[in-house]
Nanobody, 125 residues
Framework: QVQLVESGGGLVQAGGSLRLSCAASGRTFSSYPMGWFRQAPGMEREFVAIINWSGGSTAYVDSVKGRFTISRDNVKNTVYLQMNSLKPEDTAVYYC??????????????????WGQGTQVTVAS
């Protein structure tokens, strides 16, 4: 059974940093893209960042460019999201996503069939 387990969320002051982790088990994703989405209350789930299998290709939503960095460790089957200069508008539940149906990155949530349970990130002003 495939599981994606996020950790690292919490409450932080504006301008602070958090590092999210997503550990996969049940199969390896070392040849496939993994990424992060988020959902704020009353809002649609939004793409945040994605990384290809090697880490050589990444993409970010414009609102986090220059502040967030996605990375992965294929030995640990884990993807990370380093979030710096956090803003109150970054407050959301952050979800890890993965797929074995494609090898190229996609910003569309429909492209990913594996999801974590989510981790809450709250940024206080």
């Amino acid at each position: 059974q495939v599981q994606l387990v996020e950790s690292g969320g919490g409450l932080v002051q504006a301008g602070g940093s958090l590092r999210l982790s997503c550990a996969a088990s049940g199969r390896t994703f070392s040849s496939y893209p993994m990424g992060w989405f988020r959902q704020a209350p009353g809002m649609e789930r939004e793409f945040v960042a994605i990384i290809n299998w090697s880490g050589g290709s990444t993409a970010y939503v414009d609102s986090v460019k220059g502040r967030f960095t996605i990375s992965r460790d294929n030995v640990k089957n884990t993807v990370y999201l380093q979030m710096n200069s956090l803003k109150p508008e970054d407050t959301a539940v952050y979800y890890c996503a993965a797929t074995i149906r494609r090898t190229t990155i996609s910003r569309q949530s429909q492209a990913y069939e594996y999801w974590g349970q989510g981790t809450q990130v709250t940024v206080a002003s």
